[in-house]
């Protein structure tokens, strides 16, 4: 069994084609949308965990790459920029899961991806722009 | 009054000899946890503190040179941020918290406040090039009206940080407890219910609380400053040394402060960084770090003590703070508050820090290499900052 995190970008001219469902109903594979921004008159943004046979996985996903959507392979659910993050910990304070923490030992930041569910609630506690979730909106607002 | 164990001088002809014995604060607590006061006291020279977080009173005073033909700046933006130029020709002073003009703020709630004098510092600091826009209404000595170039902190004259309350000794613990939705603020984003709670200071390792009564640190006192040398100037805006205080003489509440400059070419991002605070706007985080001379055994037991020693009072955000209103909801310890949850009338709330610890603890640690290699003197203060009124028990062994 494979879990495999992807963000895909869907051009313009494929929002109106059901290619996830085609996926699903192909390849085998289980498909769950954490987010997804996606409208009729714009490009998208999906992110989604893919979860089956390893074969069946990758056959899903080179699918999607043959119609030229973009593929990001993704293990991660949030973008964690270590050269921007200080290490204060106050995006831990927003973490319901407990995917955030701080090393007891050297105090820096700890991220623990299996448990992040992307929930972006750590996004805008963070000063320095050091987390990006990966299925962000563009509203460029930073709201949960 | 104890005998003095050791004088500046003595400690700077040892740091000359690169023969200074320099710890920093944590490792001094474990060395009087272990050999006791006046053992640490003869052993120890110097103990180094470091803090990394939010300071919203900082700013730089630039000089940004003449053009030709000459101009007398009434208004000056730096990437659109307004400075203050009513001061002399083409001196400037640029705030930390000074959004770019036509930022929305809060506008469309919360804000996410993306550029500002924070980051004009921080750009600067960088070496990218900033672009200054300049007005003036023109004199016979000074013609010039319009002015627009880039420039770059090389490209200055003179540039020093101006950083008029820093370092706070001690401070404030946020919780939301009556709003009925999530609250943005300096100290975090805070959720209804007490949901969760923010503090801001580096504890143990903070320069002010490991010397409480202010003994060696002063005007004057040459200190680590955005990774860089700058000098406490004066004692901070809103500087109050008479505050409750623990039996060993530790603010239980923010209490000193201090108003400090240096040179910004010596300075680096590392240690000086733009902060976005969702909700509340556009800061610099700054990076100090203070030597502490020990003087005798009181200084070797003030710099001994441990987060477990210092409280901090549990402030109501949502309604208590904004209006002035109320008592702290609870004390706590910065132990508790590190390691994770404090208890608030009877809630076990989820703490959070907006100070890095692991870099204040960087900072400590590179002054104290600094004064191993004979890089740094210490600077005996001209004058005393303001002192605390409070004689109580001083010294217990």
Not at chain 2, 48 to 64: D, K, Y
Not at chain 2, 223 to 234: D, K, P, Q, R
Not at chain 2, 370 to 394: H, I, S, T, Y
């Amino acid at each position: 069994m494979k879990q495999q995190g992807a963000l895909l970008h869907f051009p313009q001219t494929l929002v109106g084609v059901p290619l996830v469902s085609e996926v699903v109903r192909n390849y085998d594979v289980e498909v769950n949308i954490l987010q997804a921004s996606i409208t009729q008159t714009e490009a998208g943004r999906m992110f989604a965990l893919f979860q089956g046979e390893a074969q069946a996985v990758e056959g899903a996903l080179q699918f999607l790459r043959d119609h030229q959507i973009r593929v990001v392979l993704s293990p991660r659910n949030v973008l964690w920029d270590e050269d921007k993050c200080v290490d204060c910990g106050a995006c831990v304070g927003q973490c319901f899961r407990g995917a955030l923490s701080l090393d007891p030992q050297s105090y820096r930041l700890q991220i623990d991806h299996e448990k992040c569910r992307a929930c972006e609630l750590c996004v805008p506690a963070c000063s320095y722009g050091a987390i990006e979730a990966l299925g962000n909106t563009t509203n460029g607002n930073g709201d949960a | 009054m104890m005998s003095i164990v050791r004088t500046y001088e003595e400690i700077n002809d040892r740091i000359r000899k690169k023969q200074a014995v320099v710890v920093t604060a944590e490792q001094m607590s474990d060395i009087v946890a272990q050999e006791g006061v006046t053992a640490a006291a003869k052993k120890v020279d110097v103990v180094t503190t470091g803090t990394f977080g939010p300071m919203c009173s900082s700013g730089a005073i630039l000089n940004v040179g003449h053009s030709t033909p000459r101009m007398k700046i009434t208004k000056a933006w730096m990437n659109g941020v307004a400075t203050y130029g009513g001061i002399a020709a083409v001196d400037l002073f640029l705030g930390a918290t000074e959004l770019a003009a036509g930022d929305p703020a809060n506008w469309v709630f919360p804000g996410r406040f993306t550029y500002g004098g924070g980051h004009v510092i921080e750009d600067l600091v960088s070496g990218r090039a900033i672009e200054l826009r300049a007005e003036a209404y023109g004199t016979d000595c000074y013609p010039l009206k319009e002015w627009r170039k880039p420039v770059k902190l090389a490209d200055l004259p003179y540039a020093y940080l101006l950083n008029p309350r820093n370092g706070y000794q001690n401070y404030n613990v946020a919780v939301n407890a009556t709003a009925k939705r999530t609250i943005y603020t300096y100290l975090g984003v805070l959720k209804p219910n007490m949901g969760n709670a923010g503090f801001s200071s580096a504890g143990q390792l903070s320069p002010l609380l490991n010397d409480p009564f202010y003994r060696t640190i002063g005007v004057g006192t040459r200190i680590f400053l955005g990774g860089g040398v700058g000098h406490v100037y004066a004692a901070g805006t809103q500087h109050n040394p008479d505050v409750p205080r623990t039996e060993d003489g530790v603010p239980r509440g923010g209490s000193g402060t201090l108003a400090v400059t240096g040179d910004l070419k010596q300075m680096s991002a590392r240690y000086l960084r733009a902060a976005s605070i969702a909700g509340y706007g556009v800061s610099l985080a700054v990076g100090i770090g203070v030597p502490i001379p020990i003087l005798d055994e009181e200084m070797a037991r003030f710099t001994a003590v441990r987060d477990r020693d210092i409280v901090a009072p549990v402030i109501d955000y949502s309604r208590g703070y904004p209006h002035n209103e109320g008592e702290p909801l609870a004390e706590v310890t910065y132990e508790q508050l590190r390691a994770g949850t404090i208890e608030v009338q009877g809630k076990q709330v989820r703490t959070a820090s907006l100070s890095s610890y692991a870099r204040a603890r960087e900072i400590a640690g590179q002054l104290k290499e600094w004064l191993e290699k004979g890089d740094f003197l210490l600077a005996k203060p001209v004058d005393p900052l303001p002192g605390a009124a409070w004689q109580g028990n001083r010294l217990k062994l």
